[in-house]
């Protein structure tokens, strides 16, 4: 008897130890069967320069008030190919698992949900071959204006987005992030550039690299670069941009060339972005 007593104590001790580490583990939440995950908002844009409704997923903080914006303003990143069944969820998840473990400051994400990708990336081309096989290339110019003037005053004026914003762009996105770094980089404050298909008619943008250099009004950002294993054909121009950034003698405009050679095209952007983040705020939330 004295033995079937001990072993029920241990029994009844053992289940309040497990369901005070279930306590501990998992925060109190009340279920509601079949309701449905929100990770964020669908909202739209109508661009008068573009002439269409642009779809935009947006992740705001934790914290975030609509009520108090005029007064609690936060960073935004601006996501190219930021599409549901693009990049959005994943960039998503980095953001909410940074903030979570305190190692950089809230944001809003901005997912910016493709109509035609090759269309608003890229600039026109002289290869004929390529005008035949893309026919709809080479808008990159209003998609650029309506960046500027449409969508991030846009953004400022109803999600309480500060002036500081960051623009990320892979492969044929980090070509206009690319283009806008060369030909306007006062428009964004941190560029992460990752995979760009500055091969794009020839590397011809290159041509344009003197915008930053001469444009000294904004120096104030950060350029993050990055690049896989993908080949010559994207490796060395990436390597070509870095080295043309980091010749410009001014302290004000940082460069970080960090490339990750265990990806490749199509695995690098989840890496890049958390790795972009982590060199961020890496002194300021440590």
């Known amino acids: 008897m004295k033995s079937g007593l001990i072993v029920l104590a241990c029994i009844l001790l053992f289940s309040a130890c497990h369901e005070n580490k279930q306590e501990v583990h998992a925060p109190s939440q009340t279920v509601l069967k079949d309701t449905p995950f929100q990770l ?24 975030f008030d609509r009520d108090s914006i005029a007064f609690k303003k936060y960073p935004v990143i601006y996501l190219l190919d930021g599409s549901k069944d693009e990049d959005f969820i994943h960039t998503a998840g980095i953001v909410q698992f940074m903030n979570m473990m305190g190692r950089a400051p809230r944001v809003i994400l901005v997912g910016i949900a493709n109509v035609d990708r090759k269309r608003d990336f890229t600039f026109p081309t002289t290869i004929e071959q390529d005008r035949i096989d893309f026919p709809t290339t080479g808008k990159s110019e209003p998609f650029m204006a309506f960046l500027k003037q449409e969508l991030k005053p846009w953004i400022e004026q109803k999600y309480g987005g500060t002036m500081h914003t960051t623009l990320i762009g892979q492969s044929l996105g980090g070509l206009l992030a690319s283009e806008i770094l060369f030909k306007d980089p006062c428009m964004f404050d941190d560029y992460l550039i990752v995979s760009p298909s500055l091969w794009w008619d020839n590397q011809s943008l290159f041509q344009y690299a003197d915008g930053v250099r001469k444009n000294t009004s904004c120096y104030d950002r950060c350029v993050y670069l990055t690049v896989g294993t993908e080949g010559e054909e994207m490796e060395k121009p990436a390597e070509r941009l870095a080295a043309i950034l980091d010749s410009i003698p001014d302290e004000r405009l940082k460069v970080k060339f960090f490339p990750l050679k265990d990806e490749d095209h199509l695995t690098i952007l989840h890496n890049a972005i958390y790795s972009m983040m982590e060199i961020r705020y890496e002194t300021e939330y440590k």
Do not use: A, H, W
């Open 40 to 63: 964020g908002v669908i909202d739209s844009i109508q661009s008068t320069i573009l002439g269409e409704k642009r779809i935009l997923n947006i992740y705001l903080p934790d914290d």
